[in-house]
């Protein structure tokens, strides 16, 4: 899961930075979480059903302190 959501980043941020000038990458980040989360928790995925669950059951506040300090510096240095 980790991986792939990782390469699934990348990918919504190249296509973010090449096309969509109007969505923020943090929004699209959050559509396609949520999007994810829908469709893993409907379908069966196998082993990836079985990871997404692991990393739904990580503390929230660990995850902020991962992930948010990232996101804000990309933001933050890419801000005109």
Not at 5 to 18: D, H, K, M, N, Q
Not at 22 to 35: K, N, S
Request: glycine content about 8%; cysteine-free.
């Amino acid at each position: 899961f980790l991986l792939a959501s990782l390469v699934a980043g990348l990918v919504l941020y190249f296509i973010l930075s090449r096309f969509l000038h109007v969505l923020p990458y943090t929004a699209a980040l959050f559509i396609a979480g949520t999007v994810t989360g829908a469709l893993v928790k409907r379908y069966d995925f196998g082993t990836f059903t079985e990871s997404t669950d692991m990393w739904s059951r990580i503390d929230g506040e660990l995850l902020l302190l991962t992930f948010l300090p990232g996101l804000l510096f990309k933001d933050a240095y890419n801000l005109d």
